[in-house]
């Protein structure tokens, strides 16, 4: 109860500071899990910064509108207004990409490339740092958080709006899920 009422204190302040156009006192809110400049160092935690501004703005406005299921996120964007989401967004996407290093075999490697070509690469591209528009770049992002984010579009109960993910996701074998993952988090350009 106590630290939710912190939290709600925090995001007040921080809500009021977005307001008067601080959008970096807004955005230190998001260094706790996404890092600093929106660089995660959290397996379980996805970076944040680079990635598109449209993308950023869809998917918290999603979780702020109930469209997209997130334990935390889903909590943290309803205290935020329309324009500060999408002053977060913008802040965000301004931010470098800077791709995890994450090591895998070349077995891993060549499991995960053939997964990919089946599923994933029309849309991310052969290494996920050219997408297509309004797709986030995915080179080195966490693999822990890509396996969780594919575990929750394939399953019914969670809700993921974007329809053409959620049927790749769908469609890919249980085992290509993590070679896809740990494929794309070992890209680093």
Known sequence: MKKTALSLV?????????????????????????GLKGVSVGLSMPSIGGLPRDYLRNIMKQWKYDERTAITMSRIVKGLSDDEIDALAAHFAKQPWVPAKQPATPELLAKGRSAISENCEDCHGFTGS????????????????????????????????HRKMKKAAQDMKPADVSAAARYFGAQSK
């Open 10 to 34: 925090f995001l007040a302040l921080a809500g009021s500071a977005a307001a008067r156009g601080d959008v970096d006192v807004l955005a230190r809110t998001c260094n706790g899990c996404h």
């Open 130 to 161: 050219d997408p297509d528009v309004g797709v986030p770049k995915i080179n080195g992002q966490w693999a822990k958080y890509m396996e969780l984010e594919l575990a929750k579009y394939r399953s019914k109960e969670f809700k993921m709006p």
